[in-house]
């Protein structure tokens, strides 16, 4: 079964502070995505990656960044955490399935809140 | 606004009854997922239909996808407490290249 780990359940950090979230995969999927869901608005976009070293804007990237340097592992950085970037944050991975199509695996997620 | 909008926003049903969850979309489509979200969790997989398929079934989920009216049913039959949860459908678009766009989910209750 693919697994994919995320650093933190809950997260508390102060206003300014840098945050790193940490996603782990462990079957050899090519791409990541990192999304933030906050009630009413649904699973929105914030990074995704198809290859290592490789990062795509999605329909939110202002005020994050990403990093994958390793083919496994995807992180999203808050450069300075603001109290308006309290949300749950969801990675998810996906791969050539056996369909050939790209069924999305998800992380338990990372609540996190910014005082 | 969204790609992929949920209909109806909240469903709360008996145990024992189907549900019936809709989903319309846009644009041209790979393919539509459903996925399931238990509460404060991740979401997870429940089922791919093609393009070119217009019913697909798994157990007690059935979905259908009518690409000329751009829309998608999902059919929980026999519904049970342990089916509560929230569902959201995901459309992968013509040369979106792997990335899905997400509904704002459907919040389904079983009343035991």
């Known amino acids: 079964d693919v697994k994919v780990t995320q650093s933190s359940r809950y997260l508390v950090k102060r206003t300014g502070e840098k945050v790193f979230l940490e996603c782990v995969q462990d079957?050899?999927?090519?791409?990541m995505f990192w999304y933030r869901q906050d009630p009413g608005l649904g699973l929105r976009l914030i990074y995704f990656?198809?290859?290592?070293?490789?990062?795509e804007k999605g329909d939110i990237p202002e005020g994050y960044s990403v990093s994958r340097e390793k083919k496994e592992r995807f992180s999203l950085i808050l450069e300075s955490a603001s109290t308006n970037q309290t949300s749950m944050y969801l990675c998810?991975?996906?791969?050539?399935?056996?369909?050939?199509?790209?069924?999305?695996?998800f992380g338990p997620g990372t609540r996190l809140t910014v005082t | 606004s969204q790609q992929g909008e949920e209909d109806p926003q909240a469903l709360s049903i008996q145990e024992g009854e189907n549900a019936t969850m809709n989903c319309s979309y846009k644009t041209s489509i790979n393919n539509l997922q459903w996925y399931r979200q238990n509460s404060g969790r991740g979401l997870v997989h429940l089922i791919l239909i093609r393009s070119n398929e217009r019913e697909k079934h798994s157990g007690r989920l059935r979905v259908t996808l009518d690409t000329s009216k751009k829309s998608s049913s999902l059919l929980i039959t026999a519904s049970r407490a342990a089916d509560t949860a929230s569902y959201f459908c995901a459309t992968d678009l013509t040369g979106a290249n792997s990335k899905l766009t997400f509904g704002k989910g459907i919040t389904l209750s079983v009343r035991p």
């Open positions: 998810a991975s996906s791969g050539v399935g056996q369909s050939n199509f790209y069924e999305q695996y």
């Open positions: 079957m050899d999927h090519e791409n």
């Open positions: 990656s198809y290859d290592v070293k490789m990062k």
